[in-house]
């Protein structure tokens, strides 16, 4: 079977699978970031001074007693000379700990807010079918990285929080919103009509930070039924880091394992959502033999 | 070979184009934090920050502060405002600080922004108080506001009211508002009260407020002091090249006939 059009992306999966099925990990990233922002809000939500969760997504305690903070932000403040105090470090390595085992991206498809924004982009972006753009190397997020650490050092400052869209999203709509809605803006038509996930995909440094956490990471998408695969590109349409798909979905033949290895792979199961062949799953890395290599096992045993 | 070496070539051009691409949004960057160290003088920060440098290196923007603000004093800085982004201050004028005893602000902070090493809100050092505007102050004119001394939280330590003579009438006294340094804490309490349309008691940021003498400078009457005693001569009599039968009489009389007495 031929590729589907771009603006057709799931819609087989969910004649195939109906739509909570062909739609289930969206949602529940969706209801994610939803949840962590609600946990935040807790405050005056339940009324009584309660919070469920305190501060945002640099650093946060949770009912009063755990401590979650950035490790990223902790580390730019630690190359800005500022000597850092127990209870920050603990709060960083229990979110370290966190991501290297879940995947270091799975902050940016299952907590970062702005996520929404890009995803609404990418897919207003399909349905317009608009095309093109500027062209960035996806590696200039590396390039951001390292810049904002070198700023951190050289303006003994955490320079790259006075305009990071993360931290500004986020902040904004805990603390209160202010001229936020414009760097929103602003990315969501970087997003829409410069660069396809010119963003999260291409330059957020925090996306990059992230990304180097997870790069062992457990939990992995597997393209365990890649047999299955009929060519219609949905799951390339919708990934937002569609590089790391083809390796493990095609790799077949080269002795490649099914599990998508790639660091920068959000484990957002969009992919698992709109194929509806059923071809992907979340799994873990190491459940990475090839089918070729099961199968020769099985004529071997008997 | 050639296309290696062409491979080469990619590889280098697309490398420095993204260097070069990032390092000008850095150095940007760079020159906007520069500015922004620059705090407005009329946001203070919470208790426990000794400077704005060391305070943008270790503040992480969480607001677990302003969180744990008993009084909702505190508020994070949103875009647009000129306080570096995200970072917690307060206005006096529109709501200063209530010097929690447990200092719970300081106490929420995970990274140390807010130094730990601060237990006693005395110690706070925010800012200081300083009359800004004598041609205003009531208490200079002669009256008896004494606003900003009554609700000092450390009245008659980090604000006294001195006794001047009133020359303006001649038979009154001026009981002048006068900040300690040593006690103010800068929470603000005194611009907040200040009766007037613009308050003539503000808290300034300490190294704006305070004037710094000479590491060399010496103080004659605090070495005495120390000292025990004069750590001068006496000085040594005048002698007057006078016409004769007069002399200097050194008590206050001044020149006078030599009576041989």
Redesign the interface.
Known sequence: MSANLPEHAGKEAVLEKGWLRANKWLVLRRTSQLSILLLFLS?PLLGEGF?IA???L????TFEIL?L??PY??LQ?FF??????S??II?ALIVTVFYVLVGGRVFCSWVCPVNVVTDIADGLRRKLKIKGGAHF?R??RY??L??TL???V??????????NPV??LH??I???????G??ILAIFLFDLLLSRQGWCGHLCPVGAFYSLLGRLSIVRVSAQARDKCDDCMDCFIVCPEKQVIKPALKGEDKGVGPVILNMNCTNCGRCIDVCSKNVFRFSNRFNNDTLLNVSIKEEVAP | MLKHQLSRRRFIVETARAASGVALLGVGLGLYTHEAKSLPVYALRPPGVKSEDEFLAACIRCGLCVRDCPYDILKLSTLAEPVALGTPYFEARKVPCEMCEDIPCVKACPTGALNKKLTNIDDARMGLAVIVDQETCLNYQGLRCDVCHRVCPLINEAITLEPRHNQRSGKHTLFIPVVHSDKCTGCGKCEYACVLEEAAIKILPLDLAKGELGQHYRLGWEEKEKAGKSLVRPDTEHKYNLPEGLKYEHEGQGLMKDTGK
Do not use: C, Y
Request: aromatic fraction near 12%; hydrophobic fraction near 50%; charge should be negative.
């Open positions: 405050g919070w305190k501060g945002n640099t650093s946060s305690l401590p903070t950035d932000i902790l403040s800005a000379g500022h000597e850092l105090i209870q920050a709060g190397s590696n200039l390039w951001m390292v810049m070198i700023l951190a050289v303006t003994s400052s955490i320079s790259w929080e006075l305009i931290s500004i902040r904004s805990i603390f209160g919103f202010g001229f936020a414009f760097v």
